[in-house]
């Protein structure tokens, strides 16, 4: 049974994985004067998450019982030649074992109005992001779960 769990919750995890990781985002800092700084006009730069579902990291995405599993960090990087690279760590529990992957997706990404789209080189997959006050919003929905991951500007 602990194999059937582990297996089920690593499989969801690796997609939800997948779809967090693609759907990260990147802006820019913005040019500063004597009132802070101003809006960034280009979504160049990296980010790192801030939150998941509201909450600190690290974060549970799934739990059920002793199974859990958690973001425990990301970054995410736009590059002005109109590439992104992405990378997400989680921490899966199950009884008996904690393990830890790390996630990596890349590809291309294009600004429409507030919305990042992205094209992961690997499969040709889409996803967005919502680019806002120097944060980056992605909602994931897999399934009956919806997360929604908040990233921010690093620089």
């Known amino acids: 049974m602990r194999h059937l769990l582990s297996c089920w919750t690593t499989k969801r995890a690796r997609?939800?994985?997948t779809a967090i990781a693609f759907l990260l985002a990147a802006a820019v800092t913005g040019c500063g004067d004597?009132?802070?700084?101003?809006?960034?006009?280009?979504?160049?730069?990296?980010y790192t998450i801030a939150t998941v579902n509201?909450?600190?990291l690290p974060?549970?995405?799934?739990a059920d019982g002793?199974?859990?599993?958690?973001?425990?960090?990301?970054?995410?990087?736009?590059?002005?030649d109109g590439k992104y690279s992405a990378v997400t760590t989680f921490r899966q529990t199950v009884p008996g074992d904690v393990s830890t992957y790390?996630?990596?997706i890349g590809g291309t990404w294009v600004l429409s109005g507030t919305t990042v789209?992205?094209?992961?080189?690997?499969?040709?997959?889409?996803?967005?992001?919502?680019?806002?006050?120097?944060?980056?919003?992605?909602?994931?929905?897999?399934?009956?779960?919806?997360?929604?991951?908040?990233?921010g500007l690093t620089k």
């Open 15 to 17: 997609r939800s994985g």
């Open 54 to 56: 509201g909450k600190a």
């Open 34 to 46: 004597s009132t802070g700084p101003s809006e960034p006009t280009t979504p160049v730069g990296s």
């Open 102 to 104: 790390v996630d990596s």
């Open 117 to 151: 789209q992205m094209i992961n080189t690997s499969d040709a997959s889409t996803g967005s992001a919502t680019w806002a006050n120097r944060q980056l919003t992605i909602v994931v929905v897999d399934g009956k779960v919806t997360t929604t991951f908040v990233y």
């Open 59 to 62: 974060a549970s995405v799934f």
């Open 66 to 80: 002793p199974i859990n599993y958690e973001v425990m960090s990301g970054k995410l990087s736009l590059t002005s």
